[in-house]
């Protein structure tokens, strides 16, 4: 039976739990009721009352004025958006808060584009009839931070900046001070915006609707000429992003409300952090090196240099003497093109990107475990999980918005369980911080499976229905020996049982997990654990559960789903397999080779034997991120050919035959898969600069330079390519993505899908396997002589090698990589806070600044690698994943001294 309501006097439908003004905006509009504390990614507050309309129970009964936004709609109720009772009532509203606010608008950096401007406009304010106040005009404007501005003169005390704070980023730093024309807002206990605990989200700014709360883009201002929507760069999340430009000039970037991803929220980097864009540092034209020079040349030029090289030393040394190495931060499409010249071109599978270190672990573990390596289910979940279980990851550093809906999730709920050997944001929010040493994920999972098992808290329909192999795990894990997993592990076995029952026993529970998890020695061990933790409690295949990976590159996803590594061709699909190889050569026309290729891991080792003598680059500092940093380096100068893509010199660059200067994202067309499976669109803002090409543009170019036709470089052609060979992109179209993108399998009508194996694994079943806790080479071997552990990780402000953000006013805010160490560890080393140290491993030395933390364990030390100064991945190791050869940035046995 439905529901219905009347607008002045017109029936309406309802809708279950909808208030007057969402009821009055979806059938009339968003503008037909006037509005200043009302925002759409902000729960109903009623303070302004500017909204309030009249409603009546019948339709010439007495009304009564109600504040539309958090007033529940009446079945039957008639609802009045204009009588004259109710415009009085807005003129006066706004009259007053006139009284205490500058009427500077022509000035104003928000001319045109203030909410405050645009109600008193609509309501008919033509003269203020009281006093004028003086509190708000004496506050001054503070710009001590490098991207947070205040003038809070023009505050109207909506609130909205404080609940943003709040609500969205969950950081707390606004709040109200004082009663009356003295209340004001405040930052922390009254400090200017640098002083404060802000971490620059600018939610309050996009919030305001004045320009009370700002930045130093003026984002809110009418200058642009046009906005572009497109998808920031900078992590696995995907947001939404609108870019202002005028003139080719980026302005500002803001989040659209309606981003399905991030709902009007991004980050620091994703907001402020685009300067880089068009740096001095840009690289603006290709360059060869000739007699230790590099001189720049033509494009021309470029491509006849590298295709002569290519064509010699496949001629002399076959294909296999060359690889390439693609990039987590180009499009789909622009992946795609590159496995494509690699094995349709070149000839050989000698093709890999960044996940080799960072995710590998995930997708073989999955695959293994499901039939698929991607995240289970959808960041929305969160609303329908109960419990929360995070492992070896810091989200609200290095998946900002992902991470604040966790710490929303953990505030409401107090049912989040954090694995990591740091204290990080969101395990102080937690109800059990499992603190492990690094490198025992493995023994800490067995413990909560034992725990799981030993108390009868296995799904059992599940398992018996959707999964086989149960019996040999359950064997073998009620025959651990859970005292010397508790004692290598460093977690008490009460707080493991703790953390396990509270899982199994939620309705509903989601893992994530990231580096802390893949970087291991064990990383694909422990990936396959927490899927098994999964199954065995039946979260798997419905809302608010499953397994989800926190994807560290943009596209580290999307690169892996291309085709991008040396034994899965585009969509995961075998290329030893005679049939798949057969049908990979009647779509691209060529031979395509048989044989598995190199692991990026693996491609220096075959360098440093001579075995590989060309490498392509792009967009990967491997001479700076990879582990082992100067072996890598040592490896790069035996090449006979290096060819790097990229933005920037870097430290790889220094090693390069050729530097071909790409495109950044707001450079390019194409596609982005986020951490969820998520396909987007990334758009287009200007043009790449003088010099450049789109990194796409680039290899089409080489390709038809070495004979293969392949057609100009855009992502609706490519898409087309790429739906007709990639089973899970069957339905995906460039013109049918829209705003919000579709998450793959994607079928051949569109349909897209938010949740895998709702009704079977890729498998048919889902497998359980056991794995018993092994120490890491490095710590056999090196623990001894150097006894603490070092593990890496990344902060907020900074990007990776940060050859982005570096480049931005990030620097201003974290300007140095500082190496974390426990206060009785820095008592026993008589060092301070602020103190220069050296950290040495086996490989070799660098000096770093001591920052004194109880985030981290006794024993345990933790730095950053965003400053190529540092060099810390000259000390990390060259110990892999046993299984996907992701390298082992985590365990690093170290010692440190006082400089």
């Not at 401007?117 to 009839?129: C, E, K, L, P, S």
């Not at 994920?441 to 149960?470: C, H, K, P, Q, W």
């Not at 990334?682 to 089409?700: E, R, S």
């Not at 974290?814 to 009785?824: A, E, H």
Request: proline share 4%.
């Amino acid at each position: 039976m439905k529901k219905i309501a009347f607008i002045n006097n017109v029936p309406f439908e309802m809708q279950e739990d909808e208030t007057i003004l969402s009821f009055v905006k979806r059938h009339s509009g968003p503008d037909r009721i006037p509005t200043l504390c009302d925002a759409p990614n902000l729960k109903p507050f009623g303070s302004c009352r500017v909204c309030s309309v009249d409603v009546a129970l019948t339709q010439d009964g007495p009304a009564k004025v109600m504040a539309s936004c958090h007033t529940p709609v009446m079945e039957g109720s008639f609802i009045f958006t204009d009588s004259e009772k109710v415009q009085r009532l807005r003129r006066n509203i706004i009259e007053l808060v006139l009284t205490d606010h500058p009427l500077d608008c022509l000035t104003c950096e928000v001319n045109g584009n203030c909410q405050l401007q645009t109600v008193a406009a609509r309501v008919g304010i033509r003269d203020v009839r009281y006093p004028k106040g003086a509190n708000h005009l004496a506050r001054p404007k503070d710009t001590s931070h490098p991207y947070m501005v205040s003038e809070l003169s023009k505050c109207i005390n909506c609130y909205r900046c404080v609940r943003a704070c709040d609500e969205v980023q969950g950081q707390f730093v606004l709040s109200m001070a004082g009663r009356g024309f003295n209340s004001k807002i405040i930052k922390g206990n009254d400090v200017d915006f640098a002083d404060s605990a802000c971490v620059s989200c600018g939610a309050c700014a996009q919030a305001c609707p004045t320009s009370a709360i700002s930045d130093v883009f003026q984002s809110k201002s009418l200058v642009a000429e046009e906005k572009v929507r497109t998808v920031c760069t900078y992590c696995g999340v995907g947001c939404n992003i609108d870019v202002a430009t005028k003139d080719s000039r980026i302005l500002s970037i803001q989040a659209p409300f309606d981003a399905e991803v991030n709902q009007g929220h991004t980050c620091l980097k994703g907001r402020y952090a685009f300067k880089f864009h068009n740096h001095p540092d840009r690289l603006r034209s290709p360059m060869i090196r000739r007699n230790g020079e590099l001189e720049k040349v033509s494009w021309d030029e470029a491509y006849d240099f590298i295709a002569e090289k290519l064509t010699k030393i496949k001629k002399q040394h076959g294909p296999d003497a060359i690889a390439g190495i693609s990039s987590a931060r180009c499009t789909n499409e622009e992946n795609y093109l590159m496995q494509k010249f690699i094995r349709a071109v070149i000839g050989t599978n000698n093709i890999d990107g960044c996940a080799r270190v960072c995710h590998s672990p995930t997708a073989l573990g999955m695959q293994r475990t499901f039939g698929t390596g991607a995240a289970t289910n959808s960041i929305d979940d969160i609303k329908d999980t109960e419990c929360i279980l995070i492992i070896g990851a810091n989200p609200t550093a290095a998946h900002p918005v992902t991470g604040a809906k966790i710490k929303q999730f953990a505030m409401k709920t107090n049912n989040l369980i954090v694995l990591d050997p740091c204290e990080t944001e969101l395990a102080k929010y937690a109800k059990y911080h499992l603190q492990l040493r690094p490198g025992t994920n493995v023994a800490v999972l067995n413990m909560m499976l034992y725990y799981i098992i030993s108390e009868d808290l296995v799904d059992a329909d599940f398992v018996e229905n959707r999964t086989e192999g149960y019996a040999d795990l359950k064997e073998s894990v009620l025959n651990l020996n859970i005292d010397e997993l508790e004692k290598v592990s460093g977690v008490d076995r009460k707080l493991a049982r703790q953390a396990a029952l509270t899982y199994a026993k939620a309705g509903a529970a989601m893992s994530f997990h990231g580096l802390g998890v893949t970087e291991h020695s064990q990383g694909t061990f422990t990936v396959m654990l927490i899927a098994e933790l999964a199954m065995i409690t039946g979260n798997i295949g419905r809302r608010g559960v499953g397994v989800n990976p926190l994807r560290g590159q943009n596209n580290v996803q999307g690169s892996a789903d291309m085709g991008v590594q040396p034994h899965q061709g585009a969509g995961y699909l075998d290329i030893t397999n005679p049939q798949i190889r057969k049908n990979y050569e009647d779509f691209y026309g060529v031979a395509m080779p048989t044989e598995i290729g190199l692991k990026s891991t693996h491609m220096l080792e075959a360098a440093d034997e001579g075995k590989l003598k060309a490498l392509w680059i792009i967009g990967e500092d491997i001479a700076q991120t990879d582990p082992n940093a100067q072996k890598v380096r040592d490896s790069l100068s035996k090449l006979d050919l290096l060819v790097v893509q990229e933005l920037f010199e870097t430290e790889t660059t220094k090693y390069a035959t050729v530097i071909l200067p790409g495109a950044s994202f707001l450079e390019k067309n194409g596609t982005f898969t986020n951490g969820e499976r998520r396909v987007q669109r990334v758009n287009q803002v200007i043009a790449p600069l003088p010099g450049t090409k789109p990194d796409g543009q680039i290899i089409v170019d080489i390709m038809n330079k070495m004979g293969y036709a392949q057609p100009d470089y855009h992502p609706r052609t490519m898409l087309q390519e790429i739906s007709q060979i990639v089973p899970f992109f069957k339905g995906i179209k460039w013109d049918e993505l829209g705003k919000n993108g579709k998450q793959w399998p994607v079928a051949e009508n569109g349909q897209d899908t938010q949740i895998l194996h709702q009704e079977t694994f890729k498998l048919g079943k889902g497998r359980f396997f056991f794995f018993d806790f092994a120490e890491s080479k490095e710590i056999e071997e090196h623990g001894e002589n150097y006894p603490f552990i070092m593990t890496t990780v990344r902060n907020l402000e900074h990007y990776n090698c940060g050859t982005m953000t570096r480049r931005t006013d990030n620097v201003n805010i974290s300007t140095k990589d500082v190496l974390l160490i426990n206060p009785g560890d820095a008592d026993s080393k008589e060092i301070t806070s602020g103190d220069k140290v050296q950290l040495s491993s086996a490989r070799g030395s660098v000096e770093l600044t001591a920052e004194v933390s109880g985030t981290v364990k006794p024993g345990i030390l933790s730095t950053t690698f965003h400053f190529p100064e540092i060099m810390v991945n000259n000390i990390t190791s060259d110990v892999m994943d046993s299984e996907a050869s992701c390298p082992e940035y985590k365990v690093v046995a170290v010692d440190v001294v006082k400089v």
